[in-house]
């Protein structure tokens, strides 16, 4: 019973005590919950689709939002793990057990490739660097046409499982994990990682932080490489899932997505693409069902884009956050923005400027 009363005071205090993390347990509980509710094949299609792109959009934003280093070519790698896997599938006959994680471990090796280039770019030419990588990959699948399946792909992959549900909460639970530990690594205020802080040193001035005793160099591979692997494994995923590899893994308005949902949901947060997608990705789907839908649906997605960069620059997450949350200026604590003293040191969370006569 004290071990109860232990667990509820924590929960008390960490979670529900934050507005941020009680949002963040009502969706995983939805998410997880969402089969027993409905088992529609289109909702759970949408959801586990939107689950695999939220990987790849938060993968997206630890390496171009946490480092600042803009890769316009983010497909390569979800490209790259999603051919693997399909590859090693067909004609090696392996299990979705084996090639996900070594598509995610490829996707690495290229990572390292396309982080090397990084040690000497920065900004615009570091993103027409990376936007180039996808198109030579293509060229290349498509010279090899019998192995590769050229234009029309690889068709034929095994299933995740034998059931949609199955397939549902194994993708559910691999995006979980792989959010968290996301979150985890670049989270600055962590006092077990501090990779966090070293990235964020690296995104906001290279050279003071080259100066600082950081290896620059060692960190920006570190993050190339992290964000192949899980952009990889949403890779993976996806081609277990959809059972085909083509060559629209590795398109230019693939890894522009990636880009949008980040900063529709809010940059440098991991929280945020997974948002973004969330958001953006089902209602795309929803307005596809219709007729005016599927015409208008990129239009209402530009505007709802330009109204969010308008009033919400920094993103929906933050803006949200923003509303909800006050910092105790004190202790630094996040409270709910109806209490008026801090929960930690009872300090005045709204001071009222007094009027100028």
Same mark, same amino acid.
């Given at each position: 019973?004290?071990?109860?009363?232990?667990?509820?005071?924590?929960?008390?205090?960490?979670?529900?005590?934050?507005?941020?993390?009680?949002?963040?347990?009502?969706?995983?509980?939805?998410?997880?919950?969402?089969?027993?509710?409905? *088992?529609?094949?289109?909702?759970?299609?949408?959801?586990?689709?939107?689950?695999?792109?939220?990987?790849?959009?938060?993968?997206?934003?630890?390496?171009?939002?946490?480092?600042? *280093? =803009?890769?316009?070519?983010?497909?390569?790698?979800?490209?790259?793990?999603?051919?693997?896997?399909?590859?090693?599938? $067909?004609?090696?006959?392996?299990?979705?057990?084996?090639?996900?994680?070594?598509?995610?471990? $490829?996707?690495?090796?290229?990572?390292?490739?396309?982080?090397?280039?990084?040690?000497?770019?920065?900004?615009?030419?570091?993103?027409? /660097?990376?936007?180039?990588?996808?198109?030579?990959?293509?060229?290349?699948?498509?010279?090899?046409?019998?192995?590769?399946?050229?234009?029309?792909?690889?068709?034929? #992959?095994?299933?995740?499982?034998?059931?949609?549900?199955?397939?549902?909460?194994?993708?559910?639970?691999?995006?979980?994990?792989?959010?968290?530990?996301?979150?985890?690594?670049?989270?600055?205020?962590?006092?077990?990682?501090?990779?966090? #802080?070293?990235?964020?040193?690296?995104?906001?001035?290279?050279?003071?932080?080259?100066?600082?005793?950081?290896?620059?160099?060692?960190?920006?591979?570190?993050?190339?490489?992290?964000?192949?692997?899980?952009?990889?494994?949403?890779?993976?995923?996806?081609?277990?899932?959809?059972?085909?590899?083509?060559?629209?893994?590795?398109? =230019?308005?693939?890894?522009?997505?990636?880009?949008?949902?980040?900063?529709?949901?809010?940059?440098?947060?991991?929280?945020?693409? $997974?948002?973004?997608?969330?958001?953006?990705?089902?209602?795309?789907?929803?307005?596809?069902?219709?007729?005016?839908?599927? *015409?208008?649906?990129?239009?209402?997605?530009?505007? #709802?884009? #330009?109204?969010?960069?308008?009033?919400?620059?920094?993103?929906?997450?933050?803006? /949200?956050?923003?509303?909800?949350?006050?910092?105790?200026?004190?202790?630094?604590?996040?409270?709910?923005?109806?209490?008026?003293?801090?929960?930690?040191?009872?300090?005045?969370?709204?001071?009222?400027?007094?009027?100028?006569?």
């Amino acid at each position: 019973m004290s071990f109860m009363y232990l667990w509820y005071g924590w929960i008390k205090q960490e979670i529900f005590a934050i507005p941020g993390r009680v949002i963040a347990m009502v969706f995983f509980i939805g998410l997880f919950s969402a089969p027993l509710v409905t *088992q529609n094949p289109f909702y759970l299609r949408v959801i586990i689709l939107a689950t695999i792109f939220a990987i790849f959009a938060a993968s997206w934003d630890l390496l171009s939002g946490f480092t600042g *280093q =803009l890769n316009l070519g983010h497909a390569l790698f979800f490209g790259v793990a999603a051919y693997t896997a399909g590859l090693m599938n $067909v004609h090696l006959n392996y299990s979705p057990w084996l090639t996900i994680p070594c598509g995610a471990i $490829v996707a690495v090796m290229v990572g390292l490739i396309v982080g090397i280039p990084a040690l000497r770019l920065r900004g615009f030419y570091l993103g027409l /660097v990376t936007l180039t990588f996808p198109l030579i990959l293509l060229g290349v699948f498509f010279a090899f046409p019998q192995f590769t399946g050229g234009e029309l792909g690889i068709s034929g #992959i095994a299933r995740l499982s034998s059931s949609r549900i199955t397939d549902y909460y194994i993708v559910a639970t691999v995006f979980t994990l792989s959010v968290i530990i996301m979150w985890k690594v670049t989270d600055a205020k962590s006092k077990i990682l501090r990779i966090g #802080i070293l990235l964020h040193a690296i995104r906001e001035d290279e050279i003071a932080a080259r100066a600082s005793g950081i290896n620059t160099t060692g960190q920006k591979l570190m993050a190339f490489a992290m964000s192949g692997f899980f952009a990889g494994i949403a890779g993976g995923l996806y081609v277990h899932y959809m059972r085909i590899a083509a060559p629209s893994t590795l398109e =230019l308005f693939f890894s522009f997505q990636a880009i949008l949902w980040t900063i529709f949901g809010g940059i440098t947060t991991i929280y945020g693409p $997974v948002a973004g997608v969330f958001i953006l990705f089902p209602l795309l789907e929803i307005l596809s069902l219709t007729h005016w839908g599927e *015409q208008l649906r990129f239009i209402i997605f530009a505007m #709802i884009l #330009i109204a969010t960069l308008m009033f919400m620059p920094e993103g929906i997450t933050v803006w /949200v956050l923003d509303k909800l949350e006050v910092k105790c200026p004190r202790c630094k604590l996040i409270n709910w923005f109806t209490r008026k003293k801090c929960r930690a040191c009872r300090a005045p969370l709204h001071i009222e400027k007094e009027p100028i006569l």
